[in-house]
T-cell receptor
C-alpha cells in the first residue's frame, strides 16, 4: 500500500513553545489529510480535516488557533501545536487519502508529543 | 449520530486460542467498516475492510463480516499467535471523503505463549 511518513516520531518540548509535526504522502498525491489525537488507552479522535490549498475543517471542541494545520501541497500537511502545555501531551496521528468512495486512507506512524 | 462500540479489553488468550472481538456500529446510510491494528509504539495499519452488507473482509487469518441486520462487524481469528498482541480498532467511514473515520475505543489483545 501507499506510504505516509510522519515526522518526528517523538518530541519533547517546554511549555509555551510551539511544535510542528509533518505528514507526507511519499508515493501518492493526497487530496485530503486528517489529523487525529490519541490519549493513553483511548481511541483516536479526529481533530481536523485538511484539503490541499484550502483552510482546514476542525471538529467541534478543537481550538483552531492552537492547532494550526497547513496543507500547502498534495504531499505535505503540517500540524503546529502553538504555545504547548502539558495537557497537549498526546499521540498525534495523520492519515492521507484520495477523494473517492470507500478507498483506503493510509496512516502515518504517529508522533508522541510530551510537553514538560 | 454515527458511532462505534467495541468490547472492552484487555483480552488475554493463550497461543492458538480462538479470538473474537465484538464491534457494533450506529450509522445513517451505508458506511464502510474497517479493522485497524496498532502494534506498540506504531501507527495504525489497516487489517481488513468491508464496504457493503454481507461482505467478508479477511487478512492474515483474521476475518470480519459486515452484518447490516445486527449492525455488527466482529473480528475473528481461529488461532492467535503471540505476534498478534496489539490494540485493535474497529472503525467506520460514512462519507465519500475517505479517511474521515470514526473509531471504537480499541481493544487490547495479549497473547501468551
Amino acid at each position: 500500500g501507499a506510504v505516509v511518513s510522519q515526522h518526528p516520531s517523538w518530541v519533547i518540548c517546554k511549555s509555551g513553545t510551539s511544535v510542528k509535526i509533518e505528514c507526507r504522502s511519499l508515493d501518492f498525491q493526497a487530496t485530503t489529510m486528517f489529523w487525529y489525537r490519541q490519549f493513553p488507552k483511548q481511541s483516536l479522535m479526529l481533530m481536523a480535516t485538511s484539503n490541499e490549498g484550502s483552510k482546514a475543517t476542525y471538529e467541534q471542541g478543537v481550538e483552531k488557533d492552537k492547532f494550526l494545520i497547513n496543507h500547502a501541497s498534495l504531499t505535505l500537511s503540517t500540524l503546529t501545536v502553538t504555545s504547548a502545555h502539558p495537557e497537549d501531551s498526546s499521540f498525534y496521528i495523520c492519515s492521507a487519502g484520495q477523494q473517492g468512495a470507500n478507498t483506503e486512507a493510509f496512516f502515518g506512524q504517529g508522533t508522541r508529543l510530551t510537553v514538560v | 449520530g454515527n458511532s462505534v462500540t467495541q468490547m472492552e479489553g484487555p483480552v488475554t488468550l493463550s497461543e492458538e486460542a480462538f479470538l473474537t472481538i465484538n464491534c457494533t456500529y450506529t450509522a445513517t446510510g451505508y458506511p464502510s467498516l474497517f479493522w485497524y491494528v496498532q502494534y506498540p509504539g506504531e501507527g495504525l495499519q489497516l487489517l481488513l475492510k468491508a464496504t457493503k452488507a454481507d461482505d467478508k473482509g479477511s487478512n492474515k487469518g483474521f476475518e470480519a463480516t459486515y452484518r447490516k441486520e445486527t449492525t455488527s462487524f466482529h473480528l475473528e481469528k481461529g488461532s492467535v499467535q503471540v505476534s498478534d498482541s496489539a490494540v485493535y480498532f474497529c472503525a467506520l467511514n460514512w462519507s465519500s471523503n475517505t479517511g474521515k473515520l470514526i473509531f471504537g475505543q480499541g481493544t487490547t489483545l495479549q497473547v501468551k505463549p
